[in-house]
């Protein structure tokens, strides 16, 4: 029984264990999905700023193209810095004002040129035109420009992406110039129509990463922290639900001890003897085996009660449960069946063996030196013994001829063992 009820609690242990660990693997797992979503989502989140940003961006520079093309051009004072565009054809390109000033013709290409450098030295942030057949050789495109216009050839489709330039990350982003009338002045020669994709006009920046991996790291804290609470209350509920099983199994245990032993002097109750006398009688029959009882009684017993008290008596009690317990087998059952009588049973001995353990007990409790306060008892006991037959049907009848043995000791001068 007890090590039935030891192995369903340590099952239950093992099994809240097993549990407290799939828990906390499932938090870990739901932590890390839910990181991996936030992740995705900022940098998603981000990204799409990036886009709103470069299409604003293009929007604008689009429009100062569009008034440009507009008016055919504008005319600027020529200087150092301003020079005429090499690639206009137009023949007009310089013209001299009535009080002599020259003017040099800025299209839209080249005033789109014009606005990237402003921009680039105030807050690089570049443009670039460019095309697959580029009238200004500066306007060729690099080798990501280049996947884009055949992209854009091909798809029509918006085109992004963070790469490095000079040791710097930038968000590059491209849309397409679709020809319009007012482009066919500059771009007609080079076999373009109205609608042709003529190439594309780019947008650059710095592509902040510090933003991004400090909003990383500030999900990433939260999921930790979030986590760490978790499994620790996972922890706290888990070493309470332990300790409860713990103590469950504490309190099984007492109601088992006082189910099953004799509070006084530890050994098996009657009932629990029964059960056993039962059980190896069954085996007894059922394998052959030999098996033998021995029924004893303490003489005199109500004497030491009254000369010495009944604390007396109980210490007497428990002495000699002890002393007889460390003279037989482990597997020999010793049990109280009440007041001061006992009984063990002896599987796979026979009479004449159970003879001897009876004798040698009863010389051991005759040998025995009880100090109480200032006294020493001294105690003796009558044993019967019984080996099981073919003429024993049953335990009961087993009980009642070891019964008889033993009053037949006490009858014939006590301190005795008698077997039949």
Known sequence: MKVKLKKQTESRITKTKYFLIAISILALLLTTVSFYFWLKNIKKQYYNLQIKTSKSLLAGMKALRIW?????GVYVPKTEKVSPNPYLPDESKVVITKNGQELTKINAAYMTRMVSKIMKQKSNIGFHLTSLKPINPQNFPDQWEMKMLKGFRNIKKLKAKV???DGQ????????LITKESCLQCHAQQGYQV???RGGVSVSFPYQQDIIDQNIKSIFWWHFLILIGVLNMIYLLGTKLLKYIK?????????ENIARYDELTGLLNRRSLMANLKEEFSKAEKYNTSLAVIMYDLDHFKDVNDTYGHNCGDLVLKEVSQTVKDEVRQNDIVGRLGGEEFLLILPNTDGQNAI?????????IEEMKINYKENKIKITASFGVTEVSNSIDTTDELLNIVDKNMYEAKSSGRNKVYSS
Not at 68 to 72: D, E, G, I, T
Not at 247 to 255: A, F, H, Q, V
Request: positive net charge.
């Open 247 to 255: 103590k469950e199994d504490e309190y099984k245990k007492k109601l």
């Open 195 to 197: 609608g042709d994709i």
């Open 356 to 364: 001897k353990v009876a004798e040698k007990c009863r010389k051991a």
């Open 163 to 165: 790469t490095n330039l």
């Open 68 to 72: 440009n093309a507009s008016h055919n």
């Open 169 to 176: 990350l930038y968000f590059r982003y491209m849309e397409p």
